[in-house]
């Protein structure tokens, strides 16, 4: 091939024994955290720890930063900010933003979930997030989430991770008796009020009351002996369904992880740990793991709440310039994965222009619909400045779009923050069945996310 065409590196290919070394080891780590952090609530506390591991204290409005800096803001519990506070100047440099998201599609209880059905106690869902509806069903699923209590406290519930622990799930029909549903289109095949979880099958039987005789009596029993909650308590829920197995490496090499959840905390873990491994002090970083990017980047834990400006405001008073003279001239990478190309699938991508699995870091200029609708666009001199970076750091890195031009397309925090006058390019790890309770990544691309991250804000 000439040496003036472009081609991309396939990182197993060029990894000697060293870096491969790495890629493994950083994988170990990451898993752990995945694990842990199914939620975007489970996920900011593990962040959270790490934080106060490495040196972060709380902080405070009105209290003036200064260089050396390193502060976190729990938002609600579901939303991240850390910052640390560069010895160079701010007014010149702006700041280096690494934006992720830490929540992900999953199936919701209602506010009002229970019901006994023929026998069977179900919970009714309303699930959150792009999901494909019929791969939810017949797999094992935890119960994760918050009861807030009337007395001010509250209640984090977990069932289905332990060994020893129930899980949960929602029933398909067997081939036998599909028939009708076999003909159906695969989108609606199983609808949004079919998602019913099994809960329990058992009915409580009272002494003297014939009509007690209720499955769902006995849930709720259960329910009370173990948390001390009524049915009224799950009015002030946020309980989610989500897959009960753990991250697996996948195939006999090991190259992939599979894995509920990837989307977006394969870009989260290596934003917080690039931020606490680089030891280099110039520049002023931000991190942030946003929450509600799945639908939107919506409410008081999305990235489009004005905390975001509001903590740049307080760096800005702090060194006695403005939060827009800060803004003008900081860089964003909204850390977010893309769409990897599937030889499965290849219908739905075109070649030239889609991320690989295993090539590296996958910068998307723009993602957006059709004709780039709704899209942040980056500007050429931005993926100019990164190429540059990255390839000065030997990270290796590759550019996708999300699919065909006229296929479908998607979103991510990137257009919020760039809106506010930040240089913002959408960078992250190739997704193989994206949303869906098992997605797959490689290695080698969470790796060289990482390493792209420390260049960025070393
Ligand atoms: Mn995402
Ligand atoms: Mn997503």
Redesign the pocket.
């Known amino acids: 091939m000439s040496e003036l065409a472009y081609k991309r590196t396939n990182v197993y290919e060029v990894a000697d024994e060293k870096l491969m070394k790495e890629i493994f080891e950083y994988a170990e780590g990451y898993k752990t955290f995945i694990d842990e952090g199914k939620t975007e609530r489970e996920a900011c506390a593990f962040a959270v720890a790490a934080a106060k591991e490495a040196g972060y204290v709380p902080f405070e409005f009105g209290k003036k930063l200064k260089a050396g800096d390193k502060v976190y803001y729990d938002n609600r519990g579901k939303n991240l900010y850390l910052i640390k506070v560069g010895k160079g100047d701010i007014k010149k440099d702006g700041i280096r933003i690494i934006a992720s ?1 830490i929540d ?2 999953r199936i919701d209880l209602k506010q009002v979930p229970f019901y006994e059905s023929d026998g069977v106690a179900f919970a009714k869902t309303h699930y959150y ?2 999901i494909r509806k019929y791969q939810w069903a017949t797999i094992p699923l935890a119960l994760h989430g918050t009861i807030a209590l009337t007395d001010g406290t509250t209640l984090d519930v977990k069932i289905g991770e332990d060994d020893s622990d129930p899980v949960f799930c929602i029933s398909d029909l067997l081939p036998h008796l599909a028939a009708k549903q076999n003909v159906k289109p695969l989108g609606e095949a199983i609808g949004g009020e079919d998602l019913n979880i099994w809960f329990g099958n058992i009915p409580f039987v009272a002494a003297d009351n014939e009509k007690d005789k209720t499955v769902k009596e006995n849930l709720l029993r259960i329910l009370h002996e173990k948390y001390g909650v009524n049915e009224e308590d799950f009015l002030c829920a946020e309980l989610s369904l989500v897959p009960a197995f753990k991250a697996k490496d996948i195939g006999l090499d090991r190259a992939l992880i599979g894995a509920y959840g990837h ?2 905390r394969v870009c989260s873990y290596p934003a917080f740990t690039a931020l606490f491994d680089e030891t280099s002090d110039d520049k002023t970083v931000m991190v942030i793991l946003a929450d509600k ?2 639908i939107g980047s919506e409410g008081n834990t999305g990235m489009q709440c004005a905390l975001f400006t509001d903590l740049i405001d307080e760096l800005a008073s702090s060194f006695g310039t403005t939060s827009g003279a800060i803004r003008a001239k900081s860089m964003c990478l909204s850390a ?2 893309n769409a990897g190309y599937d030889p499965n699938y290849p219908d739905v991508c075109e070649k030239m222009n889609s991320a690989y699995l295993s090539h590296g870091a996958g910068i998307t200029k723009f993602t957006g619909a059709r004709g780039k609708s709704g899209s942040n666009d980056a500007n050429a001199e931005f993926v100019g400045y990164l190429r540059k970076l990255f390839n000065d750091n030997g990270v290796i890195w590759q550019t996708g779009e999300m699919g065909k031009v006229d296929v479908g397309g ?1 979103g991510t925090v990137a257009k919020y923050i760039a809106n506010m006058n930040v240089d913002t390019i959408d960078i992250g790890v190739p997704v193989i069945s ?2 869906s309770p098992f997605e797959v990544i490689s290695k080698a691309d969470l790796y060289e996310n990482y390493l792209a991250f420390r260049a960025f804000i070393k």
């Open positions: 998201h992900s599609p997030g792009g989307d977006d990017e799945e977010d994965v998607g994206m949303h």
